[in-house]
Structures are given as structure tokens and as C-alpha cells.
């Protein structure tokens, strides 16, 4: 028998195993742990749910959901996150098809409409969840996700137009994130709440903020671990790993051990000031190199006029494809999202 009920603190422990038996099969195979808090994570995106599938006592299956104020088309509404589907190998079937339509039944009584939610490239097996089983509605493919792992660099930085530093969070960098995002067609709202925990560098131009960048390390919450990559990356980094023993010059990733990520979660330039930006992405990787993170990691869609821009840094790609759906049909908003630009905060996904 199957039993689903709502997450409980003293599952944490039982959610942390299954999370380490569902790892994120992809181009790119990660597993991605929670330790030692599953519901942290969870905590940092917003007002959320988790359900679990309890099956002859045994914890079989999870699902959450988390909504937050969004900009959609211009106008602010919630949009719900759907995440951690995660089902023990040895209990598929009833399981995920129950889950499936608990959720479907709390999301009805939520009110929801927007449905959001992101699937690594590759991911065969979580594919036709998205066209509509047990209730659910069948989901739009929003486009792809670059998220682009740059490689830290210790470089001289030198501007005789900005003035760069570190500072504290406030009202003229909110603004400037706020205003920046308005162009986007779905994005998130940025508040002294949303950004707490970042550290944030800004270049300023005769007292006047002209570029700001929000950096996020988000290890105590959620662990990449790197299960493997496609036979070229492979060669790749070995390659590298060589050159880095003659004269070290990089922090690489091992197989079977998280990854040390240091995210980009939010960043703007004024009209003008994209070199601002310029000079604050060296920045940002001055300090993950000096503080040994293996990349200085970014999403941006596909249609993303700046995917060129941060397409020039030595990187690594991990795709990744974002689908959405309207619970009240509401096609026009819909079909107005797929012909636009959004922007994902992928520190949280």
C-alpha cells in the first residue's frame, strides 16, 4: 500500500538516502546532494511543500513544490517550482503515478496556474512525465538552459572608468537587478531577503553604480557531485590535469566528489556599461580561483541576447531544459513566455 502525506523534519534523514539512490542521469551525470538539510534548499527558494511516498514503511518517493513572486510578462504572480521527483529504484509504478496526482490535487486547491520546472539534457527518463500522466497537464518546452561553468582565472584587472568593490547589499543594487530584469519575459524579484548570504561586487562611475554582480555559495545546502561526463570533456580534463601538475593554474573536478560552485545569481549593467560587467565577471573569477571553487557557474536561456557575452569565457556547458504550462489554459500568456527570455536562478534549481 501507498501512502502520501506531506514531508515531516524527522524524513530528513530518510529524503537525504533516497536523494543519493536518484542521481541526475544527463549528458552530464551528477548527483545532487542536500546534506545535511534536505528542506535548506528548499527554504532558500520560497514558500514551499514536500510530499513523500511512504510504501510498507519504507520512504519510496518525494516531490516538492515551491512558489514565489515572479515577473511574468510585466506583471508579478506566483510561480510554482516543481522539483525533487525522486522514486526508489525498486518502487516505481503506483508510486510515481500517485505522487503524481497528489501533487496535482494541492496545486488545485493552491490556486496555481504557472508551473514551472527544469530537466538536465539528456534526461530521457523524466521526459514523458512532462506530456500529461496522472492528471497533470501536458507542459510547453520553454527552451534550453546554457549553464555555463567558467573557469576561475587569477588575472589583472585594471579600469581607469570604474571603481570596483565588495559591498553590502542595498537599495540602488536591488533597483538596478530590478530594473535590468523587467526586460525579461519570466524573472525573479530581488529583495534584501532573496540576496542574503550573496556577495556582491559592483563598479561604480563617478559615485554613480553602473554594474553589480551577486555571488552565491550555496555548499551547506546542496553538493554537485560529479558521477561522470561525455567521453571529449573527459579527455579534456585529463588533458588539463596534466598541464595543471607542470605549472597549476586551474582547480578541477574529480569524479565522485561535489563540486566546489561559487553561482552568479544575479547580476545587471546600466544602458551602455556591459564592460562594467566585463570587469566584474574577472573579478568574480579572481576570487573563486583564489578561493579554490572549480567553476564560476551561470544559466542563461538560449535566447538570451548576453548568452554570446558570457559564451566567451573558457567554460564548460551543462544543458539543461526548462518547461512550463498554464493550469487554467491560459495559452496566450503561454505562447507570449515561449516567444521570450527567462532567466532562472540556477544556484536554487
Known amino acids: 500500500m501507498v501512502v502520501i502525506r506531506e514531508a515531516l523534519s524527522n524524513d530528513n534523514a530518510a529524503l537525504l538516502k533516497l536523494t543519493s539512490l536518484t542521481p541526475m542521469k544527463g549528458r552530464i551525470s551528477l548527483r545532487i546532494d542536500r546534506n545535511p538539510d534536505f528542506f535548506s534548499l528548499l527554504s532558500k527558494r520560497g514558500e514551499n511543500k514536500v510530499l513523500v511516498a511512504e510504501r510498507n514503511g519504507t520512504l519510496a518517493g518525494c516531490f516538492s513544490v515551491s512558489n514565489t513572486e515572479t515577473l511574468v510578462n510585466g506583471r508579478l504572480e506566483k510561480v510554482y517550482y516543481l522539483a525533487d521527483l525522486k522514486i526508489h529504484p525498486l518502487h516505481g509504478g503506483i508510486t510515481l503515478i500517485r505522487l503524481l496526482g497528489t501533487m496535482m490535487d494541492y496545486l488545485k486547491q493552491c490556486g496555481a496556474d ?188 538560449e535566447r538570451d541576447r548576453l548568452a554570446r557575452f558570457f559564451k566567451k569565457y573558457l567554460h564548460f556547458t551543462f544543458q539543461s531544459l526548462g518547461f512550463i504550462v498554464s493550469m487554467r489554459g491560459n495559452n496566450e500568456k503561454i505562447n507570449k513566455i515561449l516567444k521570450g527570455v527567462l532567466f532562472e536562478d540556477y544556484s536554487l534549481v
Open 114 to 301: 504557472l508551473l514551472f520546472c527544469t530537466a538536465a539534457f539528456g534526461n530521457e527518463k523524466v521526459l514523458p512525465l512532462f506530456d500529461g500522466r496522472a492528471g497533470f497537464p501536458e507542459f510547453h518546452p520553454a527552451g534550453t538552459f546554457r549553464v555555463y561553468q567558467i573557469i576561475p582565472l587569477n588575472s589583472r584587472i585594471n579600469s581607469k572608468k570604474y571603481s570596483l568593490s565588495e559591498t553590502e547589499i542595498n537599495d540602488a543594487v536591488i533597483s538596478l537587478y530590478n530594473m535590468f530584469y523587467s526586460g525579461y519575459d519570466v524573472a525573479p524579484v530581488y529583495s534584501l531577503s532573496s540576496l542574503y548570504g550573496t556577495r556582491t561586487l559592483t563598479a561604480m562611475e563617478e559615485g554613480n553604480l553602473k554594474a553589480s554582480i551577486s555571488l552565491s555559495d550555496i555548499s551547506d545546502s546542496k553538493q554537485n557531485v560529479l558521477l561522470g561526463l561525455p567521453s571529449i570533456l573527459n579527455l579534456a580534463v585529463s588533458v588539463l590535469r596534466l598541464l595543471n601538475r607542470i605549472a597549476p593554474f586551474l582547480n578541477l573536478p574529480e569524479i565522485g566528489k561535489p563540486v566546489k560552485i561559487l553561482y552568479i545569481k544575479a547580476f545587471a549593467f546600466s544602458e551602455g556599461c556591459e564592460d562594467g560587467l566585463e570587469l566584474l565577471i574577472k573579478s568574480a573569477r579572481q576570487l573563486a580561483f583564489r578561493e579554490r571553487y572549480y567553476y564560476l557557474t551561470v544559466g542563461i536561456h
